[in-house]
C-alpha cells in the first residue's frame, strides 16, 4: 500500500499543478515556452504517477483484465468487450486524428462525451469495487484469524488486510 500511497500522492499533486495552470491560461501564455513546459512536465507527471499506480495493481490483480474473467458469465463478457470497444475507439480515433488534424474539432465533442461515459463507468465500478472490498474484507478475516496477524509483521498489506 507504502507504493499506492506514493503514487496516489504524487499523481494527485500533478493533476493539482495541471488544474491550476489550466485554470490560470490566457491565449499569451500558451505560446509561452515556459508555461508549455509546465504543463508537459506536469500532465507527464501525472500519468507516470497513474502508470505507477495502475501496475501496482495489476500486480495484485493479475493481467491485462482477463486473469479472472468467466467467460460463462454475461455480465462480466459484457464488460470486457465493451471496455475493449472503447480502448480500440479512442486508438483508432487518435490515429486518425494523427493522420488527419482536420477531423479533431469534429471529433472532439464527441470524444468529450465519451469521456463523460467513460467517468461515469469508472464510478460505477469503483462503486461496484468499494462493496466487493468491503464485503469480502470481514470474511477474509475471519477466514484467516490468527495467520493474518501473525504475518503482519512482514509489512504487507492488500486491501487492509496484513498477508
Not at 4 to 13: D, F, I, K
Not at 29 to 38: I, K, R
Not at 78 to 101: G, M, Q, R, W
Amino acid at each position: 500500500l507504502a507504493r499506492l500511497r506514493r503514487y496516489h500522492r504524487q499523481a494527485l499533486q500533478h493533476a493539482a499543478n495541471y488544474h491550476n495552470l489550466a485554470s490560470n491560461a490566457t491565449s499569451a501564455s500558451a505560446s509561452d515556452p515556459a508555461f508549455q513546459q509546465q504543463a508537459s512536465t506536469e500532465l507527464s507527471g501525472f500519468h507516470t504517477n497513474f502508470l505507477g499506480f495502475t501496475s501496482v495493481l495489476a500486480e495484485l490483480g493479475g493481467g491485462n483484465g482477463v486473469a479472472n474473467l468467466d467467460s460463462t458469465n454475461n455480465l462480466e463478457t459484457l464488460l470486457e468487450s465493451i471496455i475493449n470497444a472503447n480502448k480500440d475507439i479512442l486508438t483508432v480515433t487518435y490515429n486518425l486524428v494523427v493522420s488527419l488534424p482536420i477531423v479533431g474539432p469534429i471529433l472532439g465533442p464527441i470524444v468529450y462525451s465519451l469521456k463523460c461515459t467513460l467517468d461515469d463507468l469508472l464510478d460505477i465500478v469503483e462503486n461496484l469495487t468499494d462493496a466487493i472490498v468491503n464485503a469480502i474484507q470481514p470474511l477474509l478475516q475471519a477466514v484467516l484469524g490468527k495467520a493474518i496477524t501473525a504475518t503482519c509483521a512482514s509489512g504487507v498489506q492488500v486491501v487492509g488486510l496484513c498477508i
